[in-house]
């Protein structure tokens, strides 16, 4: 079983910027990519960022290009989103995921709110 667990998230003004975490423990696991996704109240959960673990090759919805930023360290089988230029758009769940060849695993949420 893998466990993934974030941090970070919070309330910050329009403009503001956060780092996102997540960490992957648990049984030996070979992670293909992982990423994150979110949520809005009301709203279908949608993504938003995806790193391959290996390559370090990253992906991004549109809504975000230019103002959130994807990495990894893979020593400390963690995964980050730098958001910066928050909208209070941006309001929602952010969860992180892991893929495996064999499964796929969610983070806990972490909220992130951002006002006016």
């Known amino acids: 079983q893998v466990q993934l667990v974030q941090s970070g998230g919070g309330l910050v003004l329009a403009g503001g910027s956060l780092t996102l975490s997540c960490a992957a423990s648990?049984?030996?696991?070979?992670?293909?990519?992982m990423g994150w996704f979110r949520q809005a109240p009301g709203m279908e959960r949608e993504f938003v960022a995806t790193?391959?673990?290996?390559?370090?090759?990253?992906s991004y919805a549109d809504s975000v290009k230019g103002r959130f930023t994807i990495s990894r360290d893979i020593a400390k089988n963690t995964v980050y989103l730098q958001v910066n230029g928050l909208k209070p758009e941006d309001t929602a769940l952010y969860y992180c995921?892991?893929?495996?060849?064999?499964?796929?695993?969610w983070g806990q949420g972490t909220q992130v709110t951002v006002s006016a």
């Open positions: 995921y892991l893929d495996t060849p064999r499964k796929h695993y």
């Open positions: 790193i391959n673990w290996s390559a370090g090759t990253t």
């Open positions: 648990g049984r030996t696991f070979s992670p293909v990519d």
